[in-house]
């Protein structure tokens, strides 16, 4: 958190707004909202989350618990997803969404949501580890007595994430120029963003003028 304080003490007399970019855990949000409440300015959260739409922030907990945490400082004008896949962005926007409502409801405030996604290839991103191989069951071993099998992890489609809020994005080799997604396939997302009732939109790592001029005609064409 003092690292959160200095940074806000140097910006403050010059900033608007205060936004915090790619936060990966409950902890950092926290000490984001901690070191603001002492100015306090409008906020906006910027979460990064995994790329597979499980709502997880990077370091494995629960986005809602990073927004549980974010619906105690009423200052908050934004809850944002960002520097994470266009799908894990659209995944997240519903529980933005009922967080946002919640905060506004209390400060008497429009939150925004939004999101300004990656547009690299998730899976041939580096460092990403290998799927783990199947263990080996031995069949029909003796005198061993077998546990039953773990349940299956509970399965939801993109479109069950979504609330059926807006259509879900299908991402084809099409949208990709080598391992970057193209404006023409990242507008698309954005376009299902706004839908889903995303106000402010963007672009991070990876992104080009290309890829804003594509929010801007997504924008343009959702009024
Ligand atoms: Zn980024």
Redesign the pocket.
């Known amino acids: 958190m003092e690292e959160y304080s200095k940074l806000i003490e140097g910006l403050n007399p010059c900033v608007d707004l205060f936004i915090t970019e ?1 936060l990966c855990s409950v902890r950092e949000v926290r000490a984001a909202c901690e070191a603001l409440s002492a100015v306090p300015r409008p906020l906006f959260i910027g979460v990064s989350v995994k790329d597979d739409g499980s709502n997880r922030l990077r370091s494995g907990e629960d986005l809602q618990a990073a927004l549980d945490v974010a619906k105690n400082y009423g200052f908050i004008r934004g809850l944002l997803v ?2 994470s896949s266009p799908a894990a962005v659209g995944a997240a926007l519903p529980l933005l969404k009922a967080a946002a409502m919640e905060i506004g409801r209390d400060a008497e405030e429009t939150v925004r949501i939004g999101g300004y996604a ?1 547009l690299f290839k998730v899976s041939r991103r580096a460092g990403a580890p290998p799927p783990p191989a199947p263990a080996p069951t031995p069949a029909g071993a003796p005198g061993r007595p077998s546990s039953p099998p773990p349940p299956p992890p509970p399965q939801q489609t993109t479109d069950e994430w979504l609330g059926g809020e807006a259509p879900a994005v299908t991402t084809e080799d099409g949208d990709y120029s080598g391992d970057v997604m193209t404006p023409a396939g990242y507008a698309k997302h954005v376009a299902s963003w706004i839908e889903a009732g995303a106000t402010v939109v963007g672009a ?2 990876g992104s080009t003028p290309a890829h804003i001029q594509a929010c801007r005609a997504a924008i343009t064409a959702s009024a």
Do not use: D, L, V
Request: aromatic content about 0%.
């Open positions: 790619t960002n520097c990656n991070c790592c």
